[in-house]
């Protein structure tokens, strides 16, 4: 397996306050609503694109407000599940008739899988697309939430629910980019270590996305 650092000589990690990421989203509602390009598992891997036809989907980018600094809540889903079994990711899921847009999906889906109350979410905006060589395509939202709030993981889906700091996701030694042979072929794609985590694949890709959003200052 290929690793290489995208560090460059002399950085740091930078620190970002979720007031910062307000403004990294100016009009919050109104800039919820701007689609800007479409990013997925092709950006590494030019001519490895998706299905055809995409199912939509949303997941929750929850950033947490804690007296320490900013982080981010993820989870790690459940061993037997059918697609993307034991790998960390955002809350969320795909869309149903009945939700009105893909923030509802999003908030939705993470009340059922995680339990955390929509009244206590704040959307603040959407990152780009992102579609996936598993046939969806995922409109990441972004959410502050401010403690105290409680989690109730639901244990069909979700294995543990954590949080990871912002500049561990902003540190510049961050992403990482690793290679795998598939499919007889080397597929690249961006990872971010935490300790003995490993957050890789799409939920990787959104977390490149925030950091473009955000800059490498505040």
Known sequence: MEQRSLLRAGQ???????????RRFPGSAAASLRP???RGDHDLNPGFGPPSALREA?????????PGGATVIFTQRTAHLSAHAGQISFPGGRREPEDRSPEDTALRETQE??????????????LDTYVTRTGFRVT????????????VPDPTEVAEVFEVPLTVI???????????????AQRFFYAFP???RYIWGATAGMLVNLRDVLGESP
């Not at 990441?140 to 989690?151: D, L, M």
């Open 12 to 22: 740091v990690a930078w620190r970002v306050t979720l007031d910062d990421v307000r």
């Open 36 to 38: 800007l390009k479409v």
């Open 58 to 66: 949303a997941v929750l980018i929850p950033l947490v407000d804690r």
């Open 113 to 126: 899988e995680i339990g955390l109350d929509r009244d206590l979410v704040e959307i603040v905006g959407r």
């Open 140 to 151: 990441p939202i972004v959410g502050c939430v401010r403690p105290p709030f409680a989690i």
């Open 170 to 184: 902003l540190d510049p030694t961050n992403p990482q980019r690793h290679s795998r042979m598939f499919m007889g």
């Open 194 to 196: 935490y300790g003995e």
